[in-house]
């Protein structure tokens, strides 16, 4: 299982979103393709069942004309409608159970005429048709008999009855036939969905993904941050590239900036070689290129101030934008503690309502106990009325007494039991806020998880932040350094002139 689970994660983002999309779409074409068979068989089933009952009852009026002198209707009947589809045979019963038209040729199958057999006196005006499903071993042809048995009676079955086989055979090749149809359709349907939602999904998710992966690559291995990021959606992708882009943009003013200044330095120094070289051509010209260096040291000065103060703006940048993250982590820090003590509260909350549902079925255990010490009183109190009533006139006071008690117990029981009726309703509220409450917990913790994720990826970008401020910071020093230098040279520059 742990090797199976990192080649899961080892996988790109599209083979993973292919094996959900293929899975997807092979269950909802299956899904269609045993509904539809099992309807189909259903309505097979159903259609050669009401075949079954009308070639029966054109069977009984044929054989109810025979039982009147014209014996050759029900042959010509039979004859007639054993060519129908799906009829697997017919046979007529007589009164006594013997066969008067079949169409087997070489004897019925063992236990056919006992498979589904029809109580007599049955009314056929009443439509009480037998319809069963039956299956017997024809012994003669070596094979298994499954049919769908229709059995209609003859004059109230007082003529007999009349049996039709429905062939189910029948029925199992059109179902199997249909439904290897569906599943090629549907085969075909998942086939082209799967292609039509791996195209959607590799436009929407995987190219843009890739696109910024690579860039991303890119800058990471060889610190090129000119590379253009293009977002070309406004979705939570988009909005991810539009950031990176935006990030990328101010990462890479910072050493623009410092590139011209680093520029203007080495103009300088170049120039300051170039005016020492020509000091021992003459002591003019040496004092010319003394009051050229002194005025380029000068201008270096001046740009190692101005280099110097805007590193100090960018760090002043960089320790706002620390100090927000710091803010902002302390803030998603102060969430997850509000949100820990809302779950131990709704988890509070819980445990008491489950104590009042306790509470609630030691009343209903009381009232029990009540409901049953006034089904006794009231038995009592009828056992005392008799008493009273066999003790005649002197126990007529005994007998009002006997009344009270009794009107008193049936009192209290039916107290008893609008008591039990509302602790129903009760205990049925108390189970439902147990359930809310702990849907509430659930998704409490799914919102601590969120928060702790937001957490975690604010702290990164605070690290981030204060290594570019610690690098903006070693800049800084750079130039200051370099002017203090520019500054002392141009001191003993003036001494010299001096």
């Known amino acids: 299982m742990k090797l199976s689970m990192k080649s899961w994660q080892r996988l790109t983002l599209a083979p993973k979103l292919q094996f959900f999309t293929v899975v997807f779409f092979v269950l909802v074409a299956f899904c269609l393709s045993v509904g539809a068979s099992m309807q ?61 038209g079949t169409t087997f040729l070489t004897g019925m199958p063992l236990g056919l005429k006992e498979a589904n057999p029809l109580p007599p006196g049955v009314d056929q005006a009443s439509n009480q048709e037998r319809v069963a499903r039956v299956r017997v071993d024809d012994a003669d042809k070596q094979r298994v008999l499954r049919v769908i048995d229709v059995a209609v009676p003859v004059r109230r079955g007082t003529l007999g009855v009349v049996h039709v086989g429905m062939d189910s055979d029948a029925i199992d090749a059109q179902v199997m036939g249909q439904r290897y149809l569906l599943w090629g359709l549907g085969g075909i349907l998942a086939l082209l969905g799967v292609v039509f939602s791996l195209r959607v999904t590799h436009v929407v998710a995987i190219r843009p993904v890739r696109d910024l992966t690579r860039i991303t690559s890119e800058i990471v291995a060889r610190g090129d941050l000119t590379q253009t990021i293009t977002v070309r959606s406004e979705d939570e992708i988009g909005q991810l590239a539009r950031s990176f882009a935006q990030m990328v943009e101010k990462l890479r003013d910072i050493p623009l900036r410092l590139g011209q200044s680093v520029e203007m330095l080495g103009q300088s120094v170049a120039r300051l070689s170039a005016s020492a070289a020509g000091q021992s051509e003459s002591l003019v010209q040496q004092a010319t290129a003394l009051h050229q260096t002194q005025a380029t040291v000068t201008e270096i000065s001046s740009t190692s101030t101005l280099a110097s103060e805007k590193a100090s703006a960018v760090l ?41 549902a306790g509470h609630a079925g030691v009343i209903s255990t009381i009232t029990a106990t009540v409901r049953d010490v006034a089904d006794r009183t009231n038995l009592l109190a009828l056992n005392a009325a008799r008493e009273a009533a066999r003790a005649g006139e002197a126990g007529r006071g005994f007998a009002v007494v006997a009344q009270e008690m009794r009107s008193l117990a049936t009192q209290s029981l039916q107290a008893t039991q609008q008591v039990q009726k509302n602790l129903g309703g009760v ?5 439902a806020a147990v359930r809310i409450t702990e849907s509430g917990a659930q998704r409490i913790d799914a919102g601590l998880e969120q928060v702790k994720l937001s957490g975690d990826r604010l702290g990164e970008l605070s690290a981030i932040v204060r290594d570019n401020s610690a690098m903006v910071g070693q800049i800084g020093s750079a130039v200051k350094t370099l002017e203090e230098v520019a500054r002392t040279l141009a001191n003993l520059i003036g001494q010299f002139r001096v």
């Open 316 to 356: 002043q940048h960089s320790l706002k934008v620390d100090q927000v993250a710091q803010a902002g982590d302390a803030s998603v820090a102060l969430t997850l503690s509000a949100l820990t003590d809302i779950r131990e509260q709704v988890l509070a909350i819980a445990a008491r309502i489950t104590d009042l």
């Open 427 to 431: 205990v049925a509220a108390i189970t």
């Open 40 to 100: 189909l068989e259903k309505g097979l089933t159903e259609a050669f069942r009401a075949q079954g009952v009308a070639v029966g009852r054109a069977l009984a009026a044929a054989a109810e004309q025979s039982a009147v002198g014209n014996p050759l209707v029900l042959q010509n009947t039979i004859e007639g409608n054993r060519v129908q589809r799906g009829v697997k045979y017919l046979f007529v019963l007589d009164a006594q159970g013997e066969v008067v």
